[in-house]
């Protein structure tokens, strides 16, 4: 039976490029997806439709709360290796359903760790979020930091299951890397964050809440960048590590506003508000270390990223009706 990488997550937006790219390096993936309804599921199916095609691919649709699912994907090949994205994502939603968010991500992390020292796989690749730095006043955000104050729920989980996954280490030998991933954007993003959701803001000609006065910054890390990341940490697995993959160039708020309205061509209607509770100032990743294990280094400048995550839009989302859009202005 030939070795197989478990994939979680893998009809989102960082799961789907990752599957797409270990197929492309001859790898076999076991995929797991519950199509949450986070966001609608023919996005998702469109994911994974170079993934369909291949014969080096197999989706379970599923739970990772479900041990017994798990127990069916282990059985059905021999996996060493799990690259764990699956998990309820956001920060203002897990405010919402923080119950729904501790079931999921810590939970289903669990669940995930059993699976895997019952069929004796010991190596895991997870996804953890730069959210757990929190306001952190030290900058550039360093993986030696204190991140015992996380300000929303969904923070909380991610830094449960960085502890999670240093347990099963420690007891069990398993080795891990824990990749703490800096607002990843490009092709396929999730509809709900701010660069596509604002881009069909901008489009339908409707305002954009801005929440404070558009001098947050974040740490846009293009999904390229981040698969290259992950594929490194496939490979190099060893041991114990927290490890930031961003890009080290915070971009503000209004200039990503700026570089949306570049790219499409059209001025958006900007509302201000107060800032939002769980919301973070900036983030701003510290790579030396993703350099050092990883030989980690970002090549996506942000404005390139901008116009191939609209140039993806074009594509896929009613292309003549989006171009005519955009000749319009």
């Not at 199509?35 to 014969?55: I, V, W």
């Not at 590590?241 to 200039?255: A, T, Y």
């Amino acid at each position: 039976m030939t070795e197989k990488i478990l994939v979680t997550g893998a009809a989102g937006f960082v799961g789907s490029h990752l599957v797409d790219r270990l197929i492309h390096l001859g790898k076999d993936v076991v995929g797991i997806d519950n199509f949450d309804g986070f966001y609608e599921r023919r996005l998702k199916e469109q994911n994974l439709k170079s993934a369909y095609a291949s014969a080096n691919f197999t989706l379970f649709e599923g739970d990772i709360r479900d041990p017994e699912l798990l127990s069916r994907v282990f059985r059905s090949a021999e996996i060493y290796t799990v690259v764990h994205l699956a998990a309820k994502a956001g920060v203002r939603p897990s405010m919402a359903n923080p119950r729904a968010y501790c079931s999921v991500n810590v939970n289903g992390t669990v669940e995930l760790l059993e699976a895997m020292r019952s069929y004796g796989a010991n190596k895991l690749v997870f996804a953890s979020s730069s959210s757990v730095y929190g306001n952190n006043r030290r900058l550039p955000f360093c993986e030696n930091a204190i991140v015992d104050e996380p300000i929303s729920p969904y923070a909380a989980t991610k830094r449960a299951g960085e502890l999670l996954c240093h347990a099963y280490h420690h007891l069990y030998g398993f080795h891990v890397f824990a990749l703490r991933l800096f607002t990843v954007y490009g092709p396929r993003q999730r509809p709900d964050l701010a660069i596509h959701k604002f881009t069909n803001m901008i489009i339908n000609g409707q305002p954009i809440n801005i929440y404070g006065d558009g001098s947050s910054s974040r740490d846009y890390t293009y999904v390229d960048d981040i698969i290259d990341g992950i594929q490194a940490a496939i490979a190099r697995l060893n041991g114990f590590e927290i490890i930031n993959l961003g890009r080290s160039d915070p971009v503000r708020l209004e200039d990503m506003i700026s570089a949306l309205e570049t790219a499409i061509g059209k001025k958006a209607v900007r509302r201000y508000s107060s800032m939002q509770p769980g919301d973070v100032d900036i983030t701003f990743a510290d790579v030396a270390k993703a350099a050092s294990i990883l030989g980690y280094s970002p090549k996506t400048v942000f404005q390139k990223g901008i116009s191939e995550f609209i140039n993806w839009k074009l594509e896929i989302e009613n292309p003549i009706h989006f171009e005519r859009q955009l000749k319009e202005f």
